[in-house]
């Protein structure tokens, strides 16, 4: 059965690559779900001192190895690329969204649209651009629902995952929408977690 490949946006993979390592290049699920970011992540991390020093665990050997396999594309599919990068790039501009998104953010976007891949974002900027190409969207905890239903990790991983978000001040969203969405989700209210 062939893949389900998933990509991660930067935020996605920086708020749980720390939690479930390794995080990428396994596949799970009947469906064969994996999940990949995009070649161009390292360039982006390594501009921006900020996520540098509070990631600083992203640049070690082990998450390294785990990166070394980004989302490949073929001939063909570069190609492809290249055309849609400017016709998302051009949208994002219709959209009045270029100042909200950066470059790789429409890098993230036009993979998901030329490999028919779902994208894991919390960006809202990103999933409004995204729907206008009906890229299948997941935010964090649409994910975590989605490697549970599918017995890749438990219940008690997914609060460990939420606790250490609030621990390090990254929520996906808000405490109140992460709240409702988290009981839609799980059938549990989110103060389990947040003792």
Wanted: aromatic share 10%.
């Amino acid at each position: 059965m062939p893949l389900i490949k998933i990509i991660l946006d930067t935020n996605s993979y920086l708020r749980l690559a720390k939690s479930l390592h390794p995080l990428l290049n396994r596949t799970f699920g009947k469906s064969n779900y994996c999940l990949f970011i995009i070649k161009d992540f390292q360039k982006e991390f390594n501009k921006k001192p900020i996520l540098k020093s509070k990631f600083y665990w992203v640049n070690t050997p082990e998450f390294i190895e785990n990166r070394k396999k980004p989302i490949k594309l073929s001939p063909a599919e570069q190609k492809q690329f290249d055309l849609a990068f400017e016709i998302v790039l051009d949208t994002a501009k219709d959209e009045n969204l270029l100042d909200k998104l950066s470059l790789i953010d429409i890098k993230f976007i036009t993979y998901s649209h030329i490999l028919k891949s779902p994208l894991v974002t919390d960006d809202t900027d990103m999933m409004k651009l995204a729907k206008e190409f009906e890229i299948e969207i997941f935010n964090t905890l649409q994910l975590l629902k989605l490697m549970l239903d599918n017995n890749h990790i438990t219940m008690e991983k997914i609060r460990e995952i939420i606790q250490y978000l609030n621990y390090e001040d990254d929520l996906p969203k808000s405490k109140k929408e992460l709240k409702k969405e988290y009981k839609t989700l799980f059938n549990e209210d989110l103060n389990v977690v947040f003792k």
